[in-house]
C-alpha cells in the first residue's frame, strides 16, 4: 500500500511558479511510474506529467510543454511538479498518482493505482 500527500498548492498571479511535491509513504515507490494529473471544475481529469522510476523517460501534455518540469527523489519518495509561467487556465486541484505496473507509462487515470487527496492551484489573471 502507498499513501500520496500532496502540497505546495495555492494562489498565484499569472506568469508565476508554484511547485508542487507529493511525499509517498511506502518501500516501493522507487519502483513506481509516478503521475500528475490535474481536474478543473466541470472537467476530466488530465494527466499534465508523467516520469518513470529512473527518471529518465518524462512525458508533459502538450498545454504544459515547456512551462512545467517533472522530477523526482527517490531517496525521499518525493515527486515534484514544477510550473511555470502559469496561466489562468492551469487552475484545476493537482493530483499525484502511482502506477505499480513496471515500465507503463501511461496517461490513463484509470491505470494509476494509488491517488494522493489533491491540492488546489488557482492561476489568477
Known amino acids: 500500500q502507498v499513501q500520496l500527500v500532496e502540497s505546495g498548492g495555492g494562489l498565484v498571479q499569472a506568469g508565476g511558479s508554484l511547485r508542487l511535491s507529493c511525499a509517498a509513504s511506502g518501500r516501493t515507490f522507487s519502483s513506481y511510474t509516478m503521475g500528475w494529473f490535474r481536474q478543473a471544475p466541470g472537467k476530466e481529469r488530465e494527466c499534465v506529467a508523467i516520469i518513470s522510476w529512473s527518471s529518465i523517460y518524462t512525458n508533459f501534455a502538450d498545454s504544459v510543454k515547456g512551462r512545467f518540469t517533472i522530477s523526482r527523489d527517490n531517496a525521499k519518495n518525493t515527486v515534484y511538479l514544477q510550473m511555470n509561467s502559469l496561466k489562468p487556465e492551469d487552475t484545476a486541484v493537482y493530483y499525484c498518482?502511482?502506477?505499480?505496473?513496471?515500465?507503463?507509462?501511461?496517461?490513463?487515470?484509470?491505470?494509476?493505482?494509488?491517488w494522493g487527496q489533491g491540492t488546489q492551484v488557482t492561476v489568477s489573471s
Open positions: 498518482a502511482a502506477d505499480r505496473t513496471g515500465g507503463r507509462y501511461s496517461a490513463l487515470a484509470s491505470e494509476y493505482d494509488y
